[in-house]
């Protein structure tokens, strides 16, 4: 019995001691870390979006306020052409709609995109287009002799439709 009393102190004092510091842990956050966050599943950006040709595209994941995500697109070397490859991003930032990122390499191709998320007026969220993503994409080409080619484009691409009666 004393032991068990001894037991269940013990967990008390743990889940005091816890319940403690992410109360000291959210009360010093920095503004940035507390702003990062959306509000709801409507001010979330996480989802699919268009990219380059029909098939291809753009998925971000806003978790815990990191930004992370990645490209599919088709090859167009001819050592990969036609077939599906997926570029993760290395960087990325999402500070309120500014929105940045750079992939990794994959077959001597690796893109960055700098631009703005704008919300379509009179769509809902969940519908296709309600954000669409507009900026400045290059695409990097490294040849044999390690020379990087880029090619620069202004571009959007348009949310595809969600459903977010899921958790």
Partial sequence: MIRRGVVLAALLTSLVTLTLALARQSATASPA??????????????GMYSFLREGEF?????DDGKLSGFISRFGDADSDKGQFIDQFFDKATLAGDRL?????????????????????PGKQPGQEDYRVLKGTLTQHTTDASSHDKAIQRQVEFKAFPQDLSKP
Avoid: M, R
Avoid at 33 to 46: C, G, I, L, N
Avoid at 100 to 120: C, D, L, P, Q
């Fill in 58 to 62: 753009v998925q971000l994941t806003l």
């Fill in 33 to 46: 870390q507390q702003t990062a966050k959306p509000a709801s599943a409507a001010d979330d950006p996480s």
């Fill in 100 to 120: 940045s990122f750079k992939t990794k390499t994959v077959h001597a191709v690796w893109y960055e995109f700098t631009g703005v998320i704008n919300i379509t």
